[in-house]
């Protein structure tokens, strides 16, 4: 992967295209998971939030 474009042979540029092709898939594949992941954490986070609030609200919910 050095030279120019034009200093290459085609079979070098189509390894490196199969290479770059193939590298996209895997990023995309990560960036869907790390999507998938973040809206977990994200909806975690608002039932813990929102299950805090409610015993928050409820005078009774602290044990008195």
Known sequence: MSGA???R???ELARENAYLKQRVAQLER???DLSA???RLREE???LHGR???QAA???G???
Request: hydrophobic share 25%; proline share 12%; no cysteine.
């Open 52 to 54: 805090r609030a409610a």
């Open 58 to 60: 409820n005078p009774l």
């Open 5 to 7: 474009p034009s200093d």
């Open 30 to 32: 990560d960036v869907q």
């Open 9 to 11: 042979s085609p079979a």
């Open 45 to 47: 986070r608002e039932r």
């Open 37 to 39: 992941e973040n809206l």
């Open 62 to 64: 602290s044990g008195q």
